[in-house]
């Protein structure tokens, strides 16, 4: 005959149990609370993007030609002044939209996450002198939320190749398989230490793999110093970041 626990018994595993929920509950809500950040952050950036974009890149545009206007009614010596303040406006130009894209590229909301990854290998690799091979498999259609993250995650992880790795060659990887979509960003640079990497917040690095758990995605880093590194993500293509899955 099985014994029956004794009731004080019956009542700490019932205690114990209602702390699990309880905790479990806490930590989706933290969650949840921490990926609406993001969002924001992301509304924000947006937001600066087409200002800098729409009305400080308009009126340097107005600028650049009303200065043109000015060369006939100029002497020599003028005219070449007024060509170095053109130029310079023009530079300025560039600079803005360029921080512009940075902040937020349009390209991302407006064609999707293949043709923004595909732009930002093009312009980190032409600006780095980085060879930048990008593998793109078909992928489902994706919520804004998650494009934005594998986005975030491979501009991270390509400016860190190009200003710390000394690489002459990486990999940007995108698949969706089984549920996930898996990102691989590879280097044949110096390598590190991934222990020391995770645990500096300057690389970005740890702040990548925190933002990954939030989704509820699993984030790994492979290296061996003179050996280049290898960095993998992969998220539920649910959309189901309850951050618990590792």
């Known amino acids: 005959m099985r014994e029956h626990a004794p009731p004080d018994l019956l009542e700490l595993q019932a205690r114990y149990r209602e ?53 006939p009614h100029l002497d020599p010596a003028g005219r070449e002044r007024l060509a170095a303040a053109v130029e310079l406006c023009a530079q300025t130009l560039e600079d ?7 902040l937020r590229p349009q390209v991302l909301d407006d064609l999707g996450l293949e043709a923004a990854l595909r732009w930002l290998a093009r312009t980190l690799g032409e600006s780095g ?75 970005g690095i740890g702040g990548m793999r925190e933002r990954v758990r939030l989704y509820g995605g699993r984030f790994e880093l492979h290296s061996r110093p003179g050996e280049g590194c290898r960095l993998r993500a992969r998220l539920p293509l649910d959309g189901d970041g309850v951050g618990m899955r590792e």
């Open 129 to 203: 002198g980085l060879a930048i091979e990008l593998e793109i498999g078909v992928l489902p259609a994706l919520d804004g939320d998650l494009q934005t993250l594998v986005f975030r995650l491979a501009q991270e992880a390509l400016t860190n190749i190009v200003r710390h790795a000394g690489a002459r060659q990486a990999l940007l990887r995108v698949v969706a398989k089984g549920g996930w979509l898996h990102l691989t960003v590879w280097d044949d640079g110096r390598g590190c230490d991934p222990e020391r990497v995770l645990a500096n917040p300057g690389t």
């Open 96 to 102: 803005t939209r360029q921080l512009s894209r940075l």
């Open 19 to 71: 702390l699990l929920e309880r905790i479990e509950s806490s930590q989706r809500e933290f969650y949840r609370l921490a990926r609406s950040v993001y969002r924001v952050q992301e509304d924000e950036r947006r937001r600066l993007a087409r200002e800098l974009h729409d009305g400080l890149g308009q009126n340097l545009t107005a600028l650049k030609h009303q200065l043109a206007l000015l060369g």
